[in-house]
């Protein structure tokens, strides 16, 4: 009985360790992420001109998760660099969409195709009723 009860306890933790470290693994995601830089004369991008910064997916739980920017600018982009936004998350064999929906008013709402295989992946803009990549590589790489 003594051994049935040892293996049932050690199963138990061991099965409790492995979902505690996929937890803890998923609990919070960030990738590297260029920011570009709009000519204040033009407001145009320059793909040239860019700020590196990080975004980063937390507390994913059922398709809901929560999308921040860190980035060192003077100025950040106010509809995104407001801190924690809620985001929509869809994951597939090998991708993770994240979409935000800015709250701030006047805000669009934007998506991110990211690779789970490390390569990178794209930032995307919502034109009429399609979303459409923005043209820009944005690194999107996991941070070390």
Same mark, same amino acid.
């Given at each position: 009985?003594?051994?049935?009860?040892?293996?049932?306890?050690?199963?138990?933790?061991?099965?409790?360790?492995?979902?505690?470290?996929?937890?803890?693994?998923?609990?919070?995601?960030?990738?590297?992420?260029?920011?570009?830089?709009?000519?204040?004369?033009?407001?145009?991008?320059?793909?040239?001109?860019?700020?590196?910064?990080?975004?980063?997916?937390?507390?994913?739980? =059922? $398709?809901? /998760?929560?999308? !921040? *920017?860190?980035?060192?600018?003077?100025?950040?982009? &106010?509809?995104?660099?407001?801190? @924690? %936004?809620?985001?929509?998350?869809?994951?597939?064999?090998?991708?993770?969409?994240?979409?935000?929906?800015?709250?701030?008013?006047?805000?669009?709402?934007?998506?991110?195709?990211?690779?789970? =295989? $490390?390569? /990178?992946?794209? !930032? *995307?803009?919502?034109?009429?009723?399609?979303?459409? &990549?923005?043209?820009?590589?944005? @690194? %999107?790489?996991?941070?070390?």
């Amino acid at each position: 009985m003594t051994t049935r009860l040892s293996r049932f306890h050690s199963l138990f933790l061991l099965a409790a360790a492995a979902a505690f470290a996929v937890t803890a693994a998923q609990a919070q995601e960030s990738w590297n992420y260029k920011s570009y830089i709009k000519d204040p004369n033009s407001g145009t991008y320059d793909k040239t001109k860019f700020r590196t910064s990080t975004i980063s997916l937390k507390d994913e739980k =059922d $398709g809901k /998760g929560t999308f !921040r *920017m860190i980035t060192a600018a003077a100025r950040p982009d &106010p509809c995104i660099s407001a801190g @924690d %936004l809620p985001a929509e998350v869809v994951r597939s064999a090998e991708t993770i969409t994240i979409t935000v929906i800015p709250p701030l008013h006047g805000c669009a709402p934007f998506r991110y195709v990211i690779k789970l =295989d $490390g390569s /990178g992946g794209v !930032r *995307m803009a919502r034109r009429n009723d399609d979303w459409a &990549p923005d043209g820009f590589d944005h @690194d %999107l790489t996991p941070t070390k």
